[in-house]
């Protein structure tokens, strides 16, 4: 039987309503990268513009916001577990961007204090639905906020952890840098995406791809590379983790820690 996923996706290239290109982008989501690719194939297919400023992004994740826990739960719950476990390994104050419908709540617990952000009012009404329920006393609270201009004060969380997100966003460079600002000193940011595979076939298929669907504001090309190179150009963040995250190593985890300051 298809996934919920598939047959919404299929529901809408049958009644025409994905550019001939995101009908590309789609043949390859679904035979390498997996459903939550073409999904987000579909979203930006909404948004008709190839800049994801916040208007376009709040219209389309509005679209989506009623069926997104169906569609992209089980696709994406993997590497949500991973990100979420390495978050309770640390503990404290964290941090969700883009916490959207608070999908992730389920995988934290009293060792933790969460907050999340996110850009749509719709996905966070059902984040706010979950947290009435009673089940997640350790979620604080969920805010409409972009993380290219985050409202907290410098040093406020433990950890801070986006899930899914950083190859969406218009500036990642600029999201990186506010969680870093954000993040204690010795806590971490957590990261888990598909991101760009650097060699064999897989990165043929996703140079080809790319040509296609960077007009939809997507980035299947998206490379470490570019995490590493933002982690060189600030004074005071590290990489200590980068791994693929099982069964099928479709997603990465990368976890970077704001230093220490040394005593002078």
């Not at 309770?88 to 060792?111: N, Q």
């Not at 004060?153 to 986006?162: L, Q, R």
């Not at 595979?197 to 090309?221: I, N």
């Amino acid at each position: 039987m298809k996934s919920l996923s598939r047959r919404v996706l299929d529901t809408r290239i049958r009644g025409g309503k994905l550019s001939l290109c995101c009908r590309t982008a789609l043949i390859f989501a679904f035979n390498y990268t997996g459903d939550r690719f073409a999904f987000a194939c579909c979203l930006m297919d909404d948004m008709k513009s190839s800049d994801l400023d916040r208007s376009t992004v709040e219209t389309a994740y509005a679209r989506w916001a009623p069926i997104y826990d169906a569609v992209c739960g089980p696709v994406m719950v993997k590497g949500r577990r991973a990100a979420a476990a390495a978050a309770r390994a640390i503990g404290g104050k964290i941090l969700e961007v883009g916490v959207g419908t608070g999908l992730s709540f389920d995988d934290y617990d009293f060792s933790t204090e969460i907050t999340g952000i996110d850009l749509s009012a719709p996905m966070l009404a059902k984040a706010r639905e979950k947290i009435a329920s009673g089940r997640y006393p350790f979620v604080k609270d969920v805010q409409l906020m972009d993380a290219h201009r985050m409202a907290f004060a410098d040093a406020t969380f433990d950890c801070v952890v986006a899930q899914f997100v950083i190859t969406l966003v218009a500036n990642p460079e600029q999201v990186l840098s506010e969680c870093h600002r954000v993040v204690k000193p010795g806590g971490r940011i957590i990261l888990v995406n598909h991101l760009y595979s650097e060699k064999g076939v897989a990165a043929a298929v996703e140079r080809w791809a790319a040509q296609r669907t960077r007009a939809l504001g997507l980035r299947p090309e998206f490379p470490f590379a570019r995490l590493q190179a933002w982690a060189q150009t600030s004074n005071d963040a590290i990489l200590v983790e980068r791994r693929k995250v099982a069964p099928f190593g479709i997603y990465t985890l990368v976890c970077f820690e704001r230093v220490v300051p040394s005593a002078a």
